[in-house]
């Protein structure tokens, strides 16, 4: 990506005034500075396409190009039960292709197609890189969901396994094997024949580019499929010109032996699809961008591939079980924090959406619209390996005459999915805090007096509560019901201020596990013997995070982005910030570290138990490091909330 701003045919005045203009009046394009918008303007590629044409496959369609409409109409459909389901129509603004570039693998998350005739720009995917990693704000636009290529829960990140841009990095997939384990025979054809000749040779399907060979017979370019779209038929080039003159040179060679990794990365310096694989013969293989994606059996997309596919609780309790190896996997790589958090969030989602499909096929018809509610990590998306159930049924309020029918039928819809989450490896809560629990499966005024009385009693158990209650998101369902409820515990926050004061002392009772001297302190009896509790240290940061979002009314329950909300609203510095993420990503990585160690280890469950002995002296350090920085966040809490004591 170092040759930007690269060569572009010439464009009129009034053509490329047009092009700014248009730039100009769609998101996110308006958040970047004049001089950017003419280079990209100069970049665009005109494209048009005709009614009915499909543009992209989901899981199928590796994208080259950002799709911009200037004209007509796109369905997005995603594929549900063998069958293509509408789930948006875009007009003119309209972007395609963003978050399937940055959180999919480059694999189209939706199939694409043309309801009228169609007139776009298109962006090359390099020049998106760019913009991505040198403007965050353009970036942001994506990961926040504004566009409408993702469909849940594939919007979430998936560390290193995918293309995902985080604090203006570019992290690629680690690949395993080498590509001449996956490379496919070479088609040549001669750079003298014509550009029907060799769309005819790759119309045989035998290989999505031709290698083309010059005079000598010495392979010197590449012609793709997009190179007869964009070279050919969009400029309007005949077919009777040789095929040399529309070829990709030099050829980009790698040897055999090459890691796919390395080949990715050859391929995104270079801008380009394919590599030819070469010996000291000559070109033996070819490989695309395609079969390096498609050639990890273990990737994230694969098994949330696999959760949504299956036809019974059996078929998802076998594709959840490739969960633990598959995040070792990735912390073995060297995966963030956030991203391992994301993918097993991704995960479980999916698991639960797919249980609660099969619920309801085998039932009547809900009566009333409801919400399958998470509670705690699940409600903070920040699961872990050993995590049990914290979730909950809220449904519309029904007249009285008919409440026992209703919620008869919630219940039974959650003591199925609760004892098939079980099943599948997510265990009951000891405390019952379940949806198959009458308490808990209730209608939204129910659901509203139970936060007002938490708030305004003074029952001690009230500050339990939120710690678990008052992280809450939609699981699945209606989410105009999570919405009335957030409302209504705001309405009753901002009546009883009081209340955030009582959770930031109770808070504050508990300390980092370093003693006076900054050293640890571990367990000093029992089976977690010289352990630290790892999980405790870091509710700390996560209650910080939910007083201070609830005090500003943040919807967000995510530890991480709720501390970026507070910020946001200048209630944090930037050094403030930057310490408790920091702390707070070390510490769950640590944490996932320890138990994909322990399952592997051991065989058994995992548990939150670290052993610094375990550790190497420099990550020791970083651990104690980490505690300082919460303490320190304890310290501000004192100050902003008036509570001075020891």
Aim: with cysteine.
């Amino acid at each position: 990506m170092e040759n930007f701003p690269r060569h572009v045919p010439s464009l009129t005045g009034d053509e490329l005034q047009g092009r700014q203009e248009y730039l100009q009046s769609i998101k996110p394009f308006q958040l970047l500075p004049a001089a950017e918008i003419e280079t990209i303007a100069a970049n665009l590629t005109a494209a048009e396409y005709d009614q009915d044409q499909t543009l992209f496959v989901q899981d199928t369609t590796i994208i080259t190009h950002i799709v911009l409409l200037r004209s007509g109409r796109l369905e997005r459909l995603i594929e549900k039960n063998g069958s293509l389901e509408l789930k948006g129509v875009l007009e003119r603004g309209g972007l395609y292709g963003g978050l399937s570039l940055l959180f999919n693998n480059g694999v189209s998350t939706s199939t694409v197609r043309c309801a009228e005739p169609v007139r776009a720009y298109q962006l090359d995917r390099e020049n998106f890189f760019r913009l991505c990693a040198k403007y965050p704000e353009f970036a942001k636009h994506f990961s926040r969901g504004l566009e409408y290529d993702v469909p849940p829960p594939a919007a979430s990140a998936f560390g290193q396994e995918q293309l995902q841009l985080h604090g203006g990095e570019l992290y690629v997939p680690v690949l395993s094997g080498t590509v001449g384990e996956i490379m496919q025979p070479p088609v040549f054809c001669s750079g003298r024949s014509s550009i029907r000749q060799a769309a005819e040779l790759l119309d045989g399907g035998q290989s999505s580019a031709l290698v083309i060979l010059d005079a000598a017979s010495t392979p010197r370019g590449l012609v793709s499929d997009s190179d007869l779209r964009s070279r050919v038929i969009v400029a309007g080039l005949s077919t009777d010109n040789p095929v040399e003159t529309i070829q990709s040179t030099p050829l980009i060679q790698v040897e055999a032996e090459t890691p796919r990794t390395e080949a990715l990365l050859r391929m995104m310096r270079h801008g380009i699809k394919h590599l030819a694989v070469a010996d000291g013969s000559g070109v033996v293989g070819l490989i695309c961008e395609r079969d390096l994606f498609l050639s990890q059996p273990n990737s994230p997309i694969f098994l949330l591939r696999d959760l949504h596919a299956a036809a019974d609780v059996a078929g998802v309790k076998s594709a959840y079980a490739a969960l633990p190896e598959l995040i070792g996997r990735l912390v073995q790589s060297g995966a963030k924090a956030r991203h391992l958090n994301s993918f097993i969030t991704a995960a479980t989602d999916a698991a639960l959406e797919r249980l609660l499909t099969l619920a309801l096929e085998d039932m009547d018809q809900p009566p009333v619209s409801f919400a399958f509610l998470l509670f705690g990590s699940e409600g903070r998306r920040e699961q872990t390996l050993k995590t049990d159930q914290d979730n909950a049924i809220v449904y519309e309020d029904v007249p009285k005459d008919e409440e026992v029918e209703v919620r008869e039928y919630f219940l039974t819809l959650g003591r199925r999915v609760c004892d098939w989450l079980h099943e599948i490896g997510q265990t009951h809560c000891e405390f019952e805090i379940m949806a198959k629990t009458p308490t808990w499966c209730q209608p939204l005024s129910r659901w509203k007096d139970y936060y007002r009385r938490w708030i305004e009693s003074d029952d001690p158990e009230r500050l339990l509560r939120a710690n678990i209650f008052f992280d809450f998101r939609l699981g699945f369902g209606n989410n105009e019901l999570v919405q009335a409820l957030h409302t209504s515990l705001f309405e009753r926050l901002a009546e009883w201020p009081g209340f955030l004061r009582h959770l930031a002392r109770n808070t504050l009772h508990f300390k980092p596990p370093l003693d006076f001297f900054g050293n640890f302190s571990l367990q000093e009896r029992g089976e977690r013997k010289d352990g630290l509790d790892l999980k405790s240290a870091m509710r700390l940061v996560v209650d910080f995070a939910r007083i201070y979002a609830m005090q500003a009314s943040i919807t967000e329950t995510n530890t991480i982005a709720r501390l970026e909300a507070v910020y946001g609203q200048n209630a944090l510095d930037k050094e403030e910030l930057e310490d408790l993420v920091h702390a707070y990503e070390y510490l769950m990585f640590q944490r996932l570290k320890h138990q994909t160690e322990t399952i592997a280890r051991t065989g058994g469950p995992p548990d939150n138990y670290l052993q610094p002995k375990r550790l190497t002296h420099i990550e020791q350090q970083a651990l104690k490091e980490a505690f300082k920085r919460i303490r320190t966040a304890q310290g501000k809490m004192r100050l902003d909330f008036f509570l001075h004591f020891p």
